[in-house]
């Protein structure tokens, strides 16, 4: 994974949506702040014993969307990272 990656996730503060399913297909997004990334496969994001929790101990695999503004006048970008 770029570094310039890593260097997005860390430069804080970062609104995003962490997008989960569980097992049998069940779809939860939630909105999070600031995720953490501490090397090239690991994001950490603070959450409760909630739906989110509950579906990433079922099924790990999750959607990282988040967007971020650039110079004015220029579009914004829509990150997602799976």
Known sequence: MPVNLME??????RLGVLSTSSNDGQVDSAVFGS?????EKTVL?????NRTFANLLENPN????SQIRTLIYKPIHFFVIA
Not at 45 to 49: E, F, L, N, S
């Open 62 to 65: 999750a959607v990282w969307g």
């Open 35 to 39: 995720p953490h990334m501490i090397d």
């Open 45 to 49: 994001v603070a959450t409760a014993k």
């Open 8 to 13: 997005y996730f860390n430069k804080g503060p």
